[in-house]
């Protein structure tokens, strides 16, 4: 569905079908990104010139939203797209929270994952590695929990 995320947002920058939504087609474009569409990144990149840079926080929290809804339906595709947007989408890279996705990612045996969360390692104090570890372990047990659920309630 990226590649339609994809257009959606190339028609709400160009306003074919519904007036023009910059903010929305930059959420889309993002979306989008994540998803390995290579060209979203240049139309994001595009949209964010167009918009006032009080705007793209919500917009964030929006794209934040829309993964955070992914994970919980069990989308394990979002678990890796968590990660990279906290390197990618953010307006400053959080390394640390990178990291807490892909070693989800990696514990689930992701595609890149492993690569991923050793490279996000490599940028943080051991000390603070730590407790992202603890802090990975138990969102991990909560999916866990949750997916048991989700199969009991079947």
Same mark, same amino acid.
């Given at each position: 569905?990226?590649?339609?995320?994809? %257009?959606?947002?190339?028609?709400?920058?160009?306003?074919?079908?519904? @007036?023009?939504?910059?903010?929305?087609?930059?959420?889309? #474009?993002? *979306?989008?990104?994540?998803?390995?569409?290579? /060209?979203?990144?240049? *139309?994001?990149?595009?949209?964010?010139?167009?918009?006032? !840079? %009080?705007? *793209?926080?919500?917009?964030?929290? /929006?794209?934040?939203?829309?993964?955070?809804?992914?994970?919980?339906?069990?989308?394990?595709?979002? $678990?890796?797209?968590?990660?990279?947007?906290?390197?990618?989408?953010?307006? !400053? @890279?959080?390394?640390?929270?990178?990291?807490?996705?892909?070693? $989800?990612?990696?514990?689930?045996?992701?595609?890149?994952?492993?690569?991923?969360?050793?490279?996000?390692?490599?940028?943080?104090?051991? %000390?603070?590695?730590?407790?992202?570890?603890?802090?990975? #372990?138990? $969102?991990?047990?909560?999916?866990?929990?949750?997916?048991?659920?989700?199969?009991?309630?079947?």
């Amino acid at each position: 569905q990226h590649d339609a995320q994809f %257009n959606l947002a190339t028609l709400l920058r160009a306003g074919f079908g519904h @007036p023009q939504d910059f903010r929305e087609a930059l959420h889309w #474009a993002w *979306l989008s990104h994540l998803g390995g569409v290579a /060209k979203a990144s240049a *139309l994001a990149d595009e949209l964010q010139d167009l918009l006032p !840079e %009080n705007m *793209l926080d919500a917009i964030r929290e /929006k794209v934040s939203a829309h993964l955070d809804k992914r994970v919980a339906a069990g989308d394990r595709a979002a $678990i890796m797209h968590r990660g990279d947007y906290f390197l990618e989408i953010l307006a !400053e @890279p959080d390394h640390g929270q990178a990291y807490v996705w892909y070693a $989800i990612g990696a514990a689930m045996k992701l595609k890149g994952a492993y690569e991923a969360r050793n490279e996000m390692a490599d940028n943080l104090d051991p %000390n603070t590695l730590i407790d992202l570890q603890e802090e990975a #372990a138990q $969102i991990f047990q909560e999916m866990k929990t949750r997916t048991a659920e989700q199969e009991r309630q079947k």
